[in-house]
């Protein structure tokens, strides 16, 4: 690679494990400590393996092991949120059903009190016409029977004011009057 | 002149280049902050932004640190 | 007062006989301290992230949440960047991100940082554009002039705009090896000229003029310590940043988005 290309030429001193100690002490006159390349190649080579054993490491299992979590917990709270709301169409369906129930039996009930309403009005007017019927008939056979009484009691006052009539020409002219002779002078009187 | 002191010269007025980045950096954060009082809802998106903007401005300043600390060190 | 440089030194811990590589020469396998910090940052990533994977349980536990949680932040930081093909490249950025700030975090712990040698950044900086080139001309072929001509630009620019873009693409794993490296070496030699300071003040000969002075410089030191993690973690993502900036040039080749 290139960077490793870039230390070799350095790498030349072979001394430098044993003088690194000592330049440390006599405060740092040899440049700085990064750049004495004789240790680049062996930081570079473990770096590179390091983090090519890091980077295989996270790419083939803690990765997809955190994605596979991730993923599953974005699943579990959709799906929970899908659960949770066809439960709640569900309990608004069961609502809507039983409003339309408890509207079904108001109506139920409404019609059952109207029936019931207009069976008793029906035997209520049955029973009426039936007592008005009776009474009717009995109505008209009294009046039939006051009708006959009085027209009886009618012949019968006839018959009285005939006889009175009579009785009363007998007293004032002595003699008795013909009944055909009443009889007009009734009719007369009666038709005034 | 003794060359120590030379060089020594040397690694301060290399480090003198950190001052253009630090008004560079603090001209970022700045502008950032007034902008982010201003809509603070929009602050929280361009935060990568001004890290970035930051680092690419430091680096140069950084540049000129190292370059002071090899001049000492030499 | 000793040499702030003295931390990074190479000091041989186990000799392994050096090996023949054709091609390449003599190269001394032995391990050093740097070697050492490498392989523990290696081990550190791996018992995390088998740690964070053993139960891979729906209801994370504590060390699962970590690790989903810097999975998932780089998962998003390539996806956003590189786009759908992100994914494909996500294992290499992830690698190189935990990679880079397991080394930086050990360097505040251990007494050596593998990240403050050039040998380390240079490798990993050359590992990052080599794999660019190598995807740029296997995904556009010839195409990969179109890197330095950028389109909708007119002839006359592209004199002067082709030979900048050229030396930006050039100058790339300079300032990528460069900026991790001048990082770490600048918090790291700036501990250690502070600690410095505090033997000064005591064996400077001010006697106790020098408690204020070991003081304030102590504070520093924490205050430094404080900067340096944030910039260990910095430094890590900037790089995993640019890794997937470089990446998305070549693979979104012509195609802006």
Same mark, same amino acid.
């Not at chain 3, 007062?1 to 006989?17: C, N, T």
């Not at chain 3, 091609?23 to 290696?42: C, E, F, K, Q, V």
């Given at each position: +690679?290139?960077?490793?290309s +870039?230390?070799?030429?350095?790498a030349?001193?072979?001394?430098?494990a044993?003088?690194?100690?000592?330049?440390?002490?006599?405060?740092?006159?040899?440049?700085?400590?990064?750049?004495?390349?004789?240790?680049?190649?062996?930081?570079?080579?473990?770096?590179?393996?390091?983090?090519?054993?890091?980077?295989?490491?996270?790419?083939r299992?803690f @990765?997809?092991?955190?994605?596979?979590?991730l =993923?599953?917990?974005?699943?579990?709270?959709?799906?929970? @949120?899908?659960?949770?709301?066809?439960?709640?169409?569900?309990? =608004?369906?069961q609502?809507?059903?039983?409003?339309a129930d408890?509207?079904?039996?108001?109506?139920?009930?409404r019609?059952?009190a109207? =029936?019931?309403?207009a069976?008793?009005?029906?035997?209520?007017?049955?029973?009426?016409?039936?007592? =008005?019927?009776?009474?009717?008939?009995?109505?008209?056979?009294?009046?039939?029977?006051?009708?006959?009484?009085?027209?009886?009691? +009618?012949?019968?006052?006839?018959?009285?004011?005939?006889?009175?009539?009579?009785?009363?020409v007998?007293?004032?002219?002595?003699?008795?009057?013909?009944?055909?002779?009443?009889k007009?002078?009734?009719?007369?009187?009666?038709?005034? | 002149?003794?060359?120590?002191?030379?060089?020594? $010269?040397?690694? /301060?007025?290399?480090?003198?280049?950190m001052? /253009?980045?630090g008004i560079?950096?603090?001209?970022?954060?700045?502008?950032?902050?007034?902008?982010?009082?201003?809509?603070?809802?929009?602050? /929280?998106?361009?935060?990568?932004?001004? $890290?970035?903007?930051?680092?690419?401005?430091?680096?140069?300043?950084?540049?000129?640190?190292?370059?002071?600390?090899? $001049?000492?060190?030499? | 007062?000793?040499?702030?440089?003295?931390?990074?030194?190479?000091?041989?811990?186990?000799?392994?006989?050096t090996?023949?590589?054709p #091609?390449?020469?003599?190269?001394?396998?032995?391990?050093?301290?740097?070697? !050492?910090?490498?392989?523990?940052?290696?081990g550190?990533?791996?018992?995390?992230?088998?740690?964070?994977?053993?139960?891979a349980?729906?209801?994370? #536990?504590?060390?699962?949440?970590? #690790?989903?949680?810097?999975?998932?932040?780089?998962?998003?930081l390539a996806?956003?960047?590189i786009?759908?093909?992100?994914?494909?490249?996500?294992?290499?950025?992830f690698?190189?991100f935990?990679?880079?700030l397991?080394?930086? &975090?050990?360097?505040?712990?251990?007494?050596?940082?593998?990240?403050?040698?050039?040998?380390v950044?240079?490798?990993?900086?050359?590992?990052?554009? !080599? %794999?660019?080139l190598?995807v740029?001309?296997?995904?556009?072929?010839a195409?990969?002039?179109?890197? &330095?001509?950028?389109?909708?630009?007119?002839?006359?620019?592209?004199?002067l705009?082709?030979?900048?873009e050229?030396?930006?693409?050039?100058?790339?794993?300079?300032?990528?090896?460069?900026?991790?490296?001048?990082n770490?070496? #600048?918090?790291h030699?700036a501990?250690?000229v &502070?600690?410095?300071?505090?033997?000064?003040?005591?064996?400077?000969?001010?006697? %106790?003029?020098?408690?204020?002075?070991?003081?304030?410089?102590?504070?520093?030191?924490?205050?430094?310590?404080?900067?340096e993690?944030?910039?260990a973690?910095?430094?890590? &993502?900037?790089?995993?940043?640019?890794?997937?900036?470089?990446?998305?040039?070549?693979?979104? !080749?012509?195609?802006?988005?």
């Open positions: +690679m290139a960077a490793e +870039m230390s070799e030429p350095a030349v001193t072979s001394t430098a044993t003088g690194s100690t000592a330049t440390a002490e006599h405060s740092g006159g040899g440049g700085l400590p990064q750049f004495r390349f004789e240790y680049w190649g062996g930081q570079i080579a473990w770096l590179l393996l390091i983090f090519a054993v890091l980077y295989t490491l996270l790419a299992v @990765v997809p092991r955190i994605r596979r979590v =993923d599953l917990r974005a699943a579990t709270i959709s799906t929970a @949120v899908e659960q949770a709301k066809a439960v709640q169409v569900q309990a =608004d369906a609502a809507e059903a039983a409003k408890i509207e079904k039996a108001r109506a139920q009930s019609a059952l109207a =029936d019931a309403k069976k008793a009005t029906a035997e209520l007017n049955l029973r009426q016409a039936a007592e =008005d019927a009776r009474l009717a008939g009995e109505l008209a056979e009294a009046e039939t029977r006051i009708r006959t009484l009085r027209d009886a009691a +009618m012949t019968n006052v006839s018959g009285i004011a005939t006889e009175i009539a009579q009785s009363i007998e007293r004032l002219s002595g003699e008795p009057a013909s009944a055909t002779d009443l007009a002078a009734q009719s007369a009187q009666g038709a005034n | 002149m003794d060359p120590a002191a030379a060089k020594y $010269i040397g690694a /301060g007025l290399a480090t003198l280049g001052i /253009g980045a560079g950096v603090g001209t970022i954060f700045g502008n950032f902050l007034s902008g982010a009082t201003r809509n603070p809802s929009a602050a /929280g998106g361009q935060f990568t932004n001004l $890290i970035l903007g930051a680092a690419l401005t430091e680096a140069l300043g950084i540049l000129a640190f190292v370059l002071g600390l090899v $001049i000492l060190f030499s | 007062m000793a040499s702030p440089m003295h931390q990074f030194e190479i000091q041989p811990v186990l000799a392994l006989p090996v023949n590589i #091609g390449l020469g003599m190269i001394d396998l032995s391990i050093n301290n740097s070697i !050492l910090s490498m392989l523990i940052a290696a550190v990533v791996i018992v995390l992230m088998t740690l964070a994977t053993a139960r349980a729906v209801v994370p #536990g504590r060390v699962q949440v970590i #690790g989903e949680g810097v999975f998932g932040y780089i998962d998003d996806t956003s960047i786009g759908h093909e992100g994914r494909s490249f996500f294992p290499f950025v690698t190189l935990l990679f880079i397991t080394m930086n &975090f050990l360097g505040l712990f251990l007494m050596f940082t593998a990240t403050a040698q050039l040998a950044t240079a490798t990993l900086a050359a590992m990052t554009i !080599l %794999l660019v190598v740029g001309f296997v995904r556009n072929g195409n990969m002039y179109k890197l &330095f001509v950028p389109a909708g630009v007119p002839w006359y620019m592209l004199i705009v082709t030979p900048i050229i030396i930006s693409f050039l100058l790339r794993p300079v300032t990528l090896a460069l900026r991790l490296f001048g770490m070496l #600048g918090g030699v501990l250690k &502070f600690a410095g300071f505090v033997a000064l003040a005591f064996g400077g000969g001010i006697g %106790l003029l020098g408690i204020p002075v070991a003081t304030l410089s102590l504070g520093g030191i924490v205050a430094l310590t404080a900067l993690f944030l910039v973690f910095l430094q890590a &993502f900037v790089f995993a940043v640019l890794t997937c900036v470089y990446l998305n040039d070549v693979v979104n !080749l012509g195609h802006h988005h």
